[in-house]
């Protein structure tokens, strides 16, 4: 009967003749997301094969490359922001990875490239050692970090349940209801990525470096040396007024990539912003608009350009 093969699928519509069609989509996509990392390892060992960092007196040098060997300086005191980044795969094998973000310069492209690396790999146990080589007094180990606001988690799990639950929605609209057995799962283990991530999400203020960190399966903390900090501001958006809450955003010269933490107590974020601003040539606050020449020649910088004090606003 040519009506059989629909009988084995009663609660859905696809012919199971298309599934071998589905298969290959399915299949040509995972291949060719494994392709593009094997191309993106391969491409991390041909520019950073046998990287050396060393110290000269008051600058770092790299060195890297397996056939063309790339050799840049970092002077100690234009170091900026550092980065710390820490995968999967990092955790599993007990390294990190760390980035540094310096003023001025005028090296190629490739070479500034380089020139962002401090260490592609290095062991965890030894992080603050580096970072001690980094910037005087920049440490991991002793930081008493703060956590966000408590409301942070209920309104992120909020989030997270009602995409999943749109998700599953059209799934079994488009595919199958069998679909939405699965979505208490589903609901679930997005729960339980809200309230991992809203733990490992905090601040910390130190007199050598304002420390942010976020991320859950990629974890990033953010180091932001106080004397080289070019804007502190703050921003509300509609639900963070009804939450009582606010996003902080530290600004360095020449980078795009600030350190922001969303979900910020509304008094805790204020006198944080006075804290950091301490340091800083221009403050800004978002929700006060743009300041004077007065206020800009009081903090010892110039009118801000439009829209650096920018930050995107938490979504709830």
Request: proline share 5%; aromatic share 6%.
């Amino acid at each position: 009967d040519e009506h059989r093969p629909r009988e084995l699928l009663p609660f859905t519509d696809v012919d199971p003749e298309q599934l071998p069609w589905a298969v290959l989509v399915v299949g040509g996509v995972l291949t060719l997301v494994l392709l593009l990392r094997v191309l993106s390892v391969t491409w991390a060992f041909w520019t950073l094969h046998g990287f050396t960092l060393e110290r000269r007196g008051d600058d770092l040098r790299t060195s890297c490359g397996l056939f063309t060997r790339l050799t840049a300086t970092i002077p100690r005191a234009r170091i900026q922001a550092v980065t710390v980044t820490e995968t999967l795969l990092h955790r599993v094998a007990g390294v990190v990875a760390v980035k540094v973000d310096t003023a001025g310069g005028s090296l190629l492209e490739e070479k500034a490239a380089t020139r962002s690396w401090a260490a592609p790999i290095v062991a965890r146990d030894r992080l603050d050692a580096l970072l001690g080589e980094l910037c005087e007094g920049l440490r991991l180990d002793d930081v008493a970090w703060q956590p966000v606001h408590p409301c942070a988690r209920r309104r992120i799990s909020r989030r997270r349940a009602v995409v999943v639950t749109a998700l599953a929605a059209v799934a079994a609209w488009w595919w199958s209801p069998w679909v939405l057995v699965g979505l208490p799962v589903a609901v679930l283990a997005a729960l339980w990525d809200a309230r991992r991530r809203v733990a490992l999400m905090g601040y910390a203020v130190g007199d050598v470096a304002f420390v942010a960190r976020r991320g859950l399966w990629r974890r990033t903390i953010r180091l932001v040396r106080r004397a080289k900090i070019q804007v502190v501001s703050r921003r509300e958006s509609p639900f963070d007024r009804r939450w009582g809450t606010v996003a902080m955003r530290v600004d360095i010269a020449g980078t795009h990539d600030a350190s922001a933490v969303p979900y910020l107590d509304a008094g805790v974020a204020a006198s944080l912003v006075e804290r950091l601003a301490e340091g800083a040539p221009v403050w800004r606050d978002a929700a006060a608009g743009p300041p004077g020449r007065d206020a800009d020649a009081a903090w010892g910088g110039a009118e801000a350009e439009p829209g650096v004090d920018a930050v995107e606003p938490a979504v709830s």
